[in-house]
């Protein structure tokens, strides 16, 4: 943590002179689905349809910490804490088109987050998903698929994710925004921190001006080559979508909500919901023209015993020539 938090300060502090063009602080904020079932291949991530201008790179860098804690009798447990260190390049080569690769890290363990969220949720007194039942902060991963067969994944601590490589392409541009994208997810990770196969992933991106408001939204379908990791069987298609609205609170602070949906991730396990829902809610602070940092809350208003409790992500990013 301390790392990272000096790493994201020098990012800010020590990067080159920024482009003349102005972030858009209210845009959401690209994460990725942190379920520990979905870290292990592509997840859609919410963003703006924008693309840097011509021969400009863009770098950003997060931390996003997770808690899960999914249990459903003898069928399934996930009791895991998760920390992904992500890294964003971009670059666009020529005007309206950008190509961007993601290099993530991700630890994965019992963590320390347990005990805060069961007051937490005691003090609000909403569902805490039975996790009065668990020890703290221990890792579990393990259940028993459709056909009877277990899975278990032991492998913990700290590994190189799947690399992400992708192009994104402006299609009309003015008060309604719009731009395609394309990904590759590569098999760059090992054991079951990552799929051993690659992903594929075609998306929209689009975007309102209703000054001061923005809206923004986004669908993308995905197709996982590698269908099975550890004893849990994927679904092969996989659909997410987004709908945000963010504007800019004082004049260089931009706040914005979204809500990110994905369809049926995996399909041997025993009721396992067939979707999901979360809500991001972000700060945005605008440095200067080019750099910005910002903070993030994802919460599941939906099945709260079968997705990630909450994530916690801090960010920057610096834009250069």
Known sequence: MNRLTLALCSLIALSPTAIAEELDIAAPYPVRHQHPLALTHYSFRPEAPQTLTAGSTSVSTSLAWSNTYNSRGKDYLMDVESRVWDTDFRYAPLEGFELSVLVPLVWRGGGALDSLIKEWDATLGVPNAKREDAADDQYSFFGQGRDGEPFTWEDDGTRLGNVQIGAKAEVLQGEHEISTQFILSLPTSAGTSGAEGVDVAWGVLGAYD??????????????????????????????SFFAAAGMPILENVGATIALVSTTQLVENIPRYPDNDLYLDVSLRHRVDTGRS??????????????TTDVTLLVFAEVTFR
């Open 293 to 306: 940092w910002g903070v993030l809350v994802r919460e599941n208003p939906l099945h709260p015993r079968k």
């Open 210 to 239: 209703m000054e001061p408001a923005s809206l923004y939204w986004g669908a993308n379908v995905s197709y996982f080559t590698d269908h099975s990791l550890g004893g849990v069987k994927y679904h092969p298609w996989h659909g």
